[in-house]
């Protein structure tokens, strides 16, 4: 009698301590994605150009094809688009955006299909005698695989800006286009001598230090 009593006891005890047990707490809330549009860091000293033509001085995080963070006070970084600046200087490079861009793009095999970028941000590489010439990485930032993917822009006056080809034949027979008034540089072209990666921003500089001997030139030549 005793030891089934005993043994009621304990039961009527455990069964007590189950109930007062806690319940589990529940799975912890997943964190909130952080914003695409906010990074965190150092960033360098930096100027960038708004749409009205002012400067301003900012602090510069990172720049990709498509946004560049800025900050003018503290470590948040907020991203804005080629649509909304012309320029900005960092690190000793002038990045452009260059508006409505013409992209052609390949599609396996052999189909290649033209589309319109409204805006994508370049890093120029000239700019001079009404010419601009920018280097247009579609990642960033490159990496081995990539940066062999990387294409020239040109914009000739307030004209609009296209990338230029990666043929040698056609490469040369725009550059012809643009160029061949200049004797000299007509004839390379014409043969086919002029690479866009190793060439584009020396026959710019070569084209444009000839206009300008002609224009002195000619204004030194007395009247008649």
Do not use: C
């Amino acid at each position: 009698m005793r030891i089934l009593l005993f043994l009621f006891i304990v039961t009527l005890t455990a069964a007590a301590q189950a109930q007062r047990k806690p319940a589990a707490f529940p799975a912890t809330t997943p964190a909130l994605t952080e914003d695409p549009a906010l990074h965190r860091g150092s960033g360098h000293a930096g100027r960038y150009q708004s749409n009205d033509g002012a400067w301003h001085s900012v602090q510069i995080e990172s720049w990709e094809n498509d946004r560049v963070y800025l900050s003018d006070a503290g470590s948040t970084f907020k991203a804005y688009f080629p649509t909304e600046l012309r320029r900005f200087v960092t690190m000793g490079d002038t990045v452009v955006a260059a508006r409505d861009l013409v992209v052609v793009t390949r599609h396996f095999p052999f189909r290649r299909r033209r589309g319109l970028l409204p805006a994508a941000f370049g890093r120029q590489l000239y700019r001079d005698g009404g010419f601009q010439l920018l280097t247009y990485d579609p990642q960033r930032p490159a990496t081995l695989l990539t940066a062999l993917s990387s294409r020239l822009l040109l914009r000739q006056g307030q004209g609009g800006w296209q990338m230029l080809p990666t043929k040698t034949a056609k490469f040369n027979q725009l550059m012809l286009k643009l160029l061949g008034d200049n004797p000299e540089l007509a004839a390379g072209l014409r043969a086919k001598q002029y690479r866009p990666r190793r060439d584009a921003t020396e026959l710019l500089e070569r084209y444009v230090y000839w206009k300008i001997q002609q224009s002195l030139q000619s204004t030194a030549q007395p009247a008649r």
